[in-house]
């Protein structure tokens, strides 16, 4: 009787523990001409209607995709959480480097993670709609694209760094 009282008293425990909440959202970029994936990682506490978060748009590496970090590092929900912020991983291709190619106009990878993501995630989420409730960083090649595009769009990132 009392294993069934301890599985019981775990599963009430499971059952009551909340979650970041992890979404796959596909956005249309004007300046490539195809849908790009994003990871969206909200904390247990964001509601539309209560107060604005900022948001962490964190770049892959070169060969990675958006998926990685929340594949790699399961720590990312419980970030969002305990720092009440919402986590953008966007796809920038197996070898962007988070530029715009004068000669491919299917890899707009700056425009579209400068300026068109942030522009969709302002739109759907609760979020500050301001440079400064954005930073940009990321690992590797993701970490080159943070500083560059932290740098060059600094009307739109507040702070930007390397992981």
């Avoid at 506490?45 to 970090?69: E, F, I, N, Q, R």
């Avoid at 959480?81 to 106009?105: K, M, Q, R, T």
């Avoid at 709609?129 to 090649?141: E, F, P």
């Amino acid at each position: 009787m009392k294993k069934i009282l301890f599985l019981f008293a775990c599963l009430l425990t499971l059952s009551s523990t909340s979650f970041a909440s992890v979404d796959t959202v596909s956005i249309y970029s004007n300046s490539m001409f195809k849908n790009v994936k994003c990871v969206v990682i909200t904390p247990t506490s964001y509601k539309k209607s209560g107060p604005a978060l900022p948001v962490v748009y964190l770049l892959h590496g070169y060969s990675g995709t958006y998926s990685d970090w929340v594949i790699k590092d399961p720590e990312m929900q419980k970030l969002a959480d305990e720092n009440h912020l919402i986590i953008v991983c966007p796809d920038g291709a197996f070898s962007s480097w988070y530029f715009d190619s004068p000669v491919d106009l299917t890899m707009h990878y700056e425009t579209n993670v400068a300026i068109e993501i942030p522009t969709y995630i302002d739109s759907n989420y609760n979020t500050i709609k301001d440079r400064k409730g954005r930073a940009i960083t990321g690992l590797s090649m993701g970490g080159h694209g943070g500083l560059f595009l932290g740098f060059r769009h600094a009307d739109m990132f507040g702070a930007c760094g390397i992981r």
